[in-house]
């Protein structure tokens, strides 16, 4: 399994952030850019490769609570399975419980679970 590097970061008081440098994805936090503690304390980090929407739960069927722009990484917990999805010639039903909601794994970067290990099940 390939790895990517993303950068490190912690909370240094009052809201700000230190970047600690690089580390492996396989238990990576999210990007400094996120600003919250509850996305910093996610033990995955994903990235899509083009802009999808968040959804409340693990299908199209679900509320959209938002979008993650490409090349934008968030914090991640735990994938499920879901809502089969076909596009851009991939077919998968894994979803992706992010800090704000689930994403089809079919849009991320990595594997068939979005980087995330397979025994990261929710």
Known sequence: ????????????????????????????VAAPDQGSAAA????????PYETVNVRS????WYDKVG?????????AYCWKHGETIRD????????VQLVEGYVSAVYLKGDQYG????????
């Open 1 to 28: 399994m390939p790895t990517r590097t993303i950068a490190r970061a912690a909370l240094v008081g009052a809201g700000t952030l230190a970047l600690l440098g690089p580390i492996a994805a396989t238990s990576a």
């Open 40 to 47: 910093l304390a996610a033990p995955y980090a994903v990235e």
């Open 57 to 60: 739960g693990p299908a199209t």
């Open 67 to 75: 979008s993650v722009a490409a090349g934008q990484p968030r914090g």
């Open 88 to 95: 851009n010639g991939y077919v998968n039903d894994v979803w």
């Open 115 to 122: 980087g995330l290990p397979a025994s990261a099940t929710c």
